[in-house]
């Protein structure tokens, strides 16, 4: 049944697929890297990332030795800091064990830092024409509603079975537009979010979902556990010129990145007032700001901010607090999404923002 697929989607992707700058060549370095931050975002936005992030560093020996902070900078606006800070792990020992040159063997790939089953496969399958499968979310659902399986897709055992039956049917030398006809087909066609483009879609007579009707109820996805909420109180602090930052710890969320100052729970203007003098500022006057709100996949911040003007930004008790002009934290300091709605207030661009 799902062999009936292969040749079917190859020819539709031939003559359909997107122009993008990591397909235009079989460089695994250029796969590896937007594979992963497609991970996160949607082609269309991680373009101007790869761009940036390709033209800083240009073959994996300089992701290895590129400075942190500058890693970080590339990152910003992506989130998920910690997989660009795999990506560095792996390519120090890409250049160590292999050369700089990505290893052509999928189980040597899984074995390096921040690469699973899924990039593995990407890599393998398009940069070396290894018959081996990708399989993400978008092949996930596309095959659940092929087959009208209503198994739980976010369980493991049910992709490492959809994989099984996608390695029997790999089209040998051509797994890699296999693979990306898969992908390209449940990010165009395939559709999550609302009814899948049946009537434009290459295998709508092998559709199992689409003969019962039953498209829009696949795939199946139990809710994964609630996320811990936490209250914050974010404070922009300034004076004339220059605003206060802080840097966060070097692990957990986050870890390494600078953000604005806050403080846990929500604190009355009096209490925020007080911090504020603990930190040997002087402050003048308080402003509520708009309350926000930001997902990580475990956490919930829900922020309340406040704009405090101080005297003057010179010395803060806290040696992580830095003052720094706007322009000079845009382009100096990475400070991520989170924070978002208060970067506003002060028209403070982050991320992708501050290329436009
Ligand atoms: Fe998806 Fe519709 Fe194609 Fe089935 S026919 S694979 S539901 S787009």
Redesign the pocket.
């Known amino acids: 049944m799902l062999e009936n697929i292969v040749e079917l989607l190859i020819e539709w992707y031939e003559e359909n697929h997107r122009i993008l700058p990591w397909r235009a060549s079989k460089n695994p370095y250029y796969i590896w890297i937007s594979e992963i931050m497609l991970q996160q975002t949607r082609v269309e936005a991680v373009r101007p990332f790869f761009e940036r992030f390709i033209k800083a560093l240009p073959q994996v020996e300089d992701v290895a030795v590129c400075p942190e902070e500058q890693l970080l900078k590339l990152w910003e606006g992506l989130g998920y800091y910690n997989r660009v800070r795999n990506i560095q792990k792996a390519a120090i020992r890409i250049v160590e064990e292999y050369g700089g040159r990505l290893p052509a063997d999928y189980e040597k790939l899984k074995d390096l830092p921040g690469i699973g089953n899924y990039t593995a496969g990407a890599v393998a399958s398009i940069a070396y024409d290894l018959p081996v499968p990708a399989v993400d979310g978008n092949v996930l ?2 095959y659940a ?2 087959m009208e399986d209503d198994s739980d897709i976010l369980k493991q055992s049910v992709k490492t079975k959809v994989e099984k039956e996608f390695l029997e049917i790999m089209p040998g030398s051509r797994s890699g537009t296999f693979n990306q006809a898969l992908m390209e ?2 990010a165009m ?3 999550p979010n609302g009814a ?3 009537e ?5 007579q ?5 003969a019962h009707g039953t ?1 829009l109820d ?1 795939p199946v996805k139990k809710k994964s556990k609630e996320r811990r909420k936490e209250e914050k109180t974010v404070l922009v602090l300034r004076d004339g010129e220059r605003v206060a930052i802080r840097k966060r710890p070097s692990k957990g969320l986050l870890a390494g990145l600078y953000e604005l100052p806050n403080l846990e729970g929500y604190l009355s203007e009096e209490e925020i007032l007080s911090w504020v003098e603990e930190q040997d500022l002087t402050p003048l006057q308080i402003v509520p700001l708009v309350d926000a709100k930001h997902i990580f996949s475990h956490v919930e911040w829900d922020m309340k901010g406040y704009l405090i003007r101080v005297a003057a930004l010179e010395e803060s008790a806290d040696p992580k607090m830095i003052f720094a002009e706007i322009r000079e934290v845009e382009k100096e300091y990475p400070i991520p999404a989170a924070f978002q709605a208060y970067a506003e207030q002060i028209q403070m661009r982050l991320g992708q923002d501050k290329y436009r």
Do not use: T
Not at 200 to 204: G, I, K, S, W
Not at 206 to 210: D, L, W
């Open positions: 659902r596309v509603r092929i087909l449940g066609v395939c559709v899948p483009k049946c434009q879609c290459p295998v709508a092998y559709c199992q979902a689409r498209a696949l």
